[in-house]
């Protein structure tokens, strides 16, 4: 019998270790209260007034809170670094009273003049924000960014003491709450901090968002980032309402591709996915709809043009191209999520406006179009470049269009990819002739979209300019009358139609995979979800 107790002996510590089946990354987390998440590419950074993408903004809802919050199932504005507002009759000046008790992570309190210099900050020009136009709203903003005036005091903005913002606007702005709720341009920074690694209002200045540096305002705060392989946020207690939240931290995973975070969400080590393999859908709706989410989602999917490429000028072979795609083959071959074709850059009913300029999918009339270019048949046009950062879901669409161009048309179609930095880089360079892009609305107004072309905004990238359509979009910001105000928008919008600076393709659904242990998260036309109200709880046994 001695013989056999060693082995005994074994058995009874694995026994002890747990000898059931090896719990997964998912499970133990749920414990632990960390949620895993899958969020696509590597972040460009994580200086709410230098970012420009939703990879960054999932981080920075962590990390930092804006003056408002916004409600997890209808986004309404409530509060949140402020405990409360007034707004004027006129309704061009908001007063924000923030509470006694928000301070920032490192035990400074949270200060109306944090707010004020964090707008500075965004505004000021050598900083370069591709976002700072968010902020025009502001009494004399849009000057200050343009270089107009230098004197920073000439801003609508005033601490009237440490805990009193005063905040004075051009116009009547109805989606200010919104915009401070929900966008990272509109949340603060700490420049004391930013002041002891340069310049604050340098492009270049980034040491202090590195986790032993980063001060936050947010429920939670930066303790590791390797880059492309985690980035995790774990409960800020000194946050004015940590005793609510329920998460004890956060773990992000840039996982570029679609079929690895895919398999990474069904071996169990993510709780939730940025996206779903187009290939994969159809699956999960016949064998594990549970997972699965097909939400509605205020966004669109288009391409850029570099209308100042010599080819691409002229805006009959821009048409040619929009006219021999086929949106609704897209749509339901391609991305299979129950998108829909789009044939304007704005969504339909965006807080009841409907875009009534329309494009069409036409081949003859493209036929035509192309050869009033000078290119019948396609004879004699250079080979077009498509570009699109690394994605599979991407790849596929890119090459839908490339087979379409080149049977429609006759047009010889290249494709380029670049991963996600080298990728925003090389848009903002305008270096590229066709470009993958995607807009998902900071608010639920028309302008959100509308202002993305506006000649000076940081995110148009596309070289288009045109006086008449800035005009007529700037003028709208500042209508009461909402009938007026959206058509003024309808004609704004069919200018930008005509002069085509953009192919929309379709209108986004938000898909992606979300375990049954998430709770809190609610399906919302921005797949904005405040991770204050989000929790991990186990199925029952």
């Given amino acids: 019998m001695k013989h056999f107790l060693p082995v005994i002996a074994g058995c009874l510590a694995l026994l002890v270790a747990g000898c059931g089946p090896k719990r997964t990354r998912a499970e133990n987390a749920v414990d632990q209260q960390i949620l895993l998440l899958g969020n696509g590419a590597e972040p460009q950074g994580l200086d709410p007034h230098r970012v420009e993408g939703i990879t960054e903004h999932h981080i920075l809802m962590a990390l930092s809170e804006g003056l408002a919050g916004a409600d997890p199932k209808t986004l309404e504005p409530k509060p949140g670094q402020a405990e409360s507002w007034e707004i004027s009759p006129d309704k061009k000046v908001y007063t924000f009273h923030l509470r006694k008790n928000a301070i920032w992570s490192n035990g400074d309190p949270?200060?109306?003049?944090?707010?004020?210099?964090?707008?500075?900050?965004?505004?000021?020009?050598?900083?370069?924000s591709h976002y700072a136009e968010m902020l025009h709203c502001i009494k004399n903003a849009k000057a200050f960014n343009h270089g107009e005036i230098k004197d920073s005091s000439q801003l609508g903005l005033r601490a009237i003491d440490a805990k009193t913002l005063e905040v004075t606007l051009e116009c009547p702005t109805p989606y200010l709450l919104s915009m401070i709720?929900?966008?990272?341009?509109?949340?603060?920074?700490?420049?004391?901090?930013?002041?002891?690694?340069?310049?604050?209002?340098?492009?270049?200045?980034?040491?202090?968002t590195r986790p032993e540096n980063m001060v936050c305002n947010g429920p939670f705060v930066l303790t590791v980032w390797k880059p492309s392989n985690i980035l995790s946020v774990r409960r800020n207690t000194n946050y004015w309402n940590t005793a609510n939240v329920k998460l004890n931290g956060?773990?992000?995973?840039?996982?570029?591709?679609?079929?690895?975070?895919?398999?990474?969400?069904r071996a169990g080590q993510l709780h939730q996915t940025e996206s779903l393999p187009q290939a994969k859908i159809d699956v999960y709706k016949k064998d594990n709809p549970g997972v699965l989410r097909l939400d509605p989602y205020l966004a669109n999917y288009f391409y850029r043009i570099n209308?100042?490429?010599?080819?691409?000028?002229?805006?009959?072979?821009?048409?040619?191209?929009?006219?021999?795609?086929?949106?609704?083959?897209?749509?339901?071959?391609?991305?299979?999520?129950?998108?829909?074709?789009?044939?304007?850059?704005?969504?339909?009913?965006?807080a009841g406006y409907t875009p009534r300029a329309q494009l069409k999918f036409d081949i003859d009339g493209a036929k035509k179009l192309l050869a009033e270019a000078g290119y019948p048949d396609g004879k004699g046009l250079p080979?077009?470049?498509?570009?699109?950062?690394?994605?599979?879901?991407?790849?596929?669409?890119?090459?839908?269009?490339?087979?379409?161009?080149?049977?429609?048309?006759?047009?010889?179609?290249?494709l380029r990819n670049e991963e996600w930095k080298v990728y925003m880089a090389t848009q903002n360079q305008t270096n590229y002739m066709i470009s993958r892009a995607g807009w998902t609305g900071d608010y639920i107004d028309p302008?959100?979209?509308?202002?993305?072309?506006?000649?000076?905004?940081?995110?148009?990238?596309?070289?288009?300019?045109?006086?008449?359509?800035?005009?007529?979009?700037?003028?709208?910001?500042?209508?009461?009358?909402?009938?007026?105000?959206?058509?003024?928008?309808?004609?704004?919008?069919?200018?930008?139609?005509?002069?085509?600076?953009?192919?929309?393709?379709?209108?986004?659904?938000?898909?992606?995979?979300?375990s049954a242990v998430v709770k809190g998260s609610y399906p919302n036309l921005l797949d904005i979800h405040p991770y204050q109200d989000i929790y991990l709880e186990a199925p029952a046994k």
């Fill in 307 to 350: 209308v100042t490429d010599p080819v691409l000028k002229d805006k009959r072979l821009r048409h040619a191209l929009s006219q021999a795609i086929d949106r609704k083959a897209i749509v339901d071959s391609v991305a299979r999520g129950d998108q829909q074709a789009a044939f304007a850059l704005t969504p339909p009913d965006t």
């Fill in 250 to 265: 956060i773990d992000f995973f840039p996982i570029e591709s679609y079929d690895s975070e895919e398999r990474s969400f």
């Fill in 110 to 128: 949270v200060t109306a003049d944090d707010f004020v210099q964090s707008y500075i900050r965004i505004l000021t020009p050598s900083l370069g």
């Fill in 447 to 514: 302008n959100t979209f509308l202002s993305t072309f506006l000649s000076y905004a940081g995110n148009n990238r596309t070289g288009w300019n045109n006086p008449e359509y800035d005009r007529l979009v700037e003028a709208a910001a500042c209508m009461a009358d909402e009938k007026e105000r959206y058509e003024t928008f309808q004609k704004a919008e069919a200018i930008l139609l005509d002069d085509l600076p953009l192919i929309p393709i379709y209108y986004y659904t938000r898909v992606h995979l979300m």
């Fill in 383 to 414: 080979p077009i470049e498509i570009h699109y950062n690394t994605s599979e879901g991407h790849k596929a669409i890119a090459e839908a269009i490339q087979q379409m161009w080149k049977k429609n048309l006759g047009i010889e179609v290249t």
């Fill in 181 to 208: 709720a929900l966008h990272y341009t509109w949340w603060p920074v700490h420049m004391a901090t930013i002041r002891k690694f340069g310049d604050p209002y340098s492009p270049g200045n980034t040491d202090w």
